[in-house]
């Protein structure tokens, strides 16, 4: 084995349980494990990266690994950590979806490897579309007990929720369906272990009790920790929402910037969780960020390697280009070079004002611009005090009073971004 796979996810913190025996069976030889992913969006969300980075370092470490998407049970809903019930999709968005996430895992998994350890993905449409129902509560449901079933953490917690509004037989039944893709692939891909987060844990074990009862084998289960945030509030949420690996939901700027922000606790536990780096290099990156906290070494190498695993070198350089605009020194080229979707993201939240264009074709003068037709400042006298002290920019360059802002200052051909002193902006919206 090129690496022990348990003891380098303990260092990591990625190791939250495993059923006994679990390491002494990896060391035997390559093994086959899989991580079930959720394919009810056309993109993964860094919620999904911790399953994913398993996966990966279990590729590392010489195994096998199989990325399976829940096609069927995308159709039912899991009950782990749910409060309702989600929304069922239909087969052909499924298999768009399923498209898009084998291409964003192909960044952190090998699919193409000649090797015996190549990636697989596998879908549990394939097999259970065909099951009828009475052939899965024969063959499966008759060798687990309701009683066992009824036992498990995530269903006890939405039967004893507050303002419960009880739990379908659907949801109830999500378990035995996971259970059945474990003694599946155990049984046609020689898959021995299941990982996933710590709400998962009643789930795989009840795979393992079917293979047990079913498959007259051995099968095991891993999980890692459910990644928390140092303040309490959810990883992986932002106000507008999931964190995406799509560079449509979430921009590399604004992928950048989430990590970019994290609290100096979670920086160091993140950079074990989400990077590659070895132990070593965390371990002196660590001590750098502790001698000089205000520099954020911990922050800004989390999101220079996870930004370019995700999107690219250049995306990085960009979001890095993008960052420098609100907090360096940068030039109206580089606010030029933006393009309009990151500019809105830089500048997302700055006040704003529409201009018609002919204004702006005909030379719109600076007090318009800063007062009489914008309201960025409270009056032309206060407007005319900022220019003569020289705090005023147009796409952060100086101006005069005498200055006319014209389409060549235009960004994207729609706007112009004002500022008065270091913090205070302003955006025209040409129209």
């Known amino acids: 084995m090129a690496s022990n796979f348990v003891e380098e996810l303990k260092w990591r913190g990625m190791l939250h349980d495993a059923m006994p025996g679990t390491e002494t069976h990896l060391q035997s030889g390559m093994q086959s494990a899989y991580v079930g992913i959720d394919p009810t969006a056309d993109s993964l969300h860094i919620g999904h990266l911790v399953g994913v980075m398993m996966l990966r370092h279990f590729q590392l470490a010489g195994h096998k690994p199989y990325a399976l998407i829940g096609g069927a049970t995308g159709m039912i809903g899991d009950p782990s950590g749910k409060s309702t019930e989600r929304n069922l999709l239909d087969e052909t968005t499924l298999r768009r979806n399923e498209d898009a996430l084998k291409e964003q895992l192909s960044r952190f998994l090998d699919f193409e490897s000649d090797s015996d350890n190549a990636a697989v993905l596998v879908n549990n449409y394939d097999w259970m579309k065909d099951f009828s129902f009475l052939d899965f509560i024969r063959d499966v449901g008759k060798h687990i007990t309701v009683n066992y079933m009824m036992a498990k953490d995530s269903v006890k917690k939405r039967l004893s929720a507050e303002a419960n509004e009880g739990m379908s037989f659907t949801e109830f039944t999500y378990q035995l369906v ?3 893709d474990f003694l599946y692939l155990f049984q046609n891909h020689n898959c021995t272990l299941q990982m996933g987060g710590s709400d998962q844990w009643g789930n795989i074990t009840t795979g393992t009790e079917l293979i047990r009862r079913i498959g007259g084998g051995k099968g095991y289960a891993l999980t890692c920790p459910l990644i928390t945030k140092a303040d309490g509030s959810k990883f992986g949420k932002t106000e507008s929402g999931n964190v ?4 449509q939901k979430t921009s590399p700027y604004k992928f950048y910037q989430y990590w970019l922000n994290t609290s100096d606790a979670d920086a160091e536990k993140y950079i074990k969780i989400f990077t590659f780096l070895p132990k070593t290099e965390i371990e002196n990156l660590v001590v750098e960020h502790g001698e000089a906290p205000h520099l954020r070494v911990l922050q800004k190498r989390l999101a220079e390697e996870i930004t370019v695993m995700v999107h690219s070198q250049q995306d990085l350089d960009n979001a ?20 309009e979707a990151t500019f809105l993201d830089v500048f997302e939240g700055v006040p704003q004002a529409e201009i018609p264009r002919e204004d702006v074709e005909n030379g719109l003068d600076m007090i318009g611009a800063l007062a009489a037709k914008t309201g960025f400042l409270g009056s032309n006298g206060e407007a005319r005090r900022e220019l003569k002290q020289n705090s005023i920019s147009v796409n952060k360059e100086k101006v005069r009073e005498d200055y006319r802002i014209t389409t060549a200052d235009l960004i994207s051909d729609k706007y112009v971004l004002l500022q008065r002193g270091r913090k205070n902006y302003f955006v025209l919206v040409v129209h």
Request: glycine share 12%; net charge positive; aromatic share 12%.
């Open 320 to 339: 890095i280009k993008a960052s420098n605009i609100l907090f360096g020194k940068s030039t109206s080229q580089d606010l030029k070079a933006l393009g």
């Open 178 to 180: 996971q259970g059945y």
């Open 244 to 247: 995406w690996l799509d560079a």
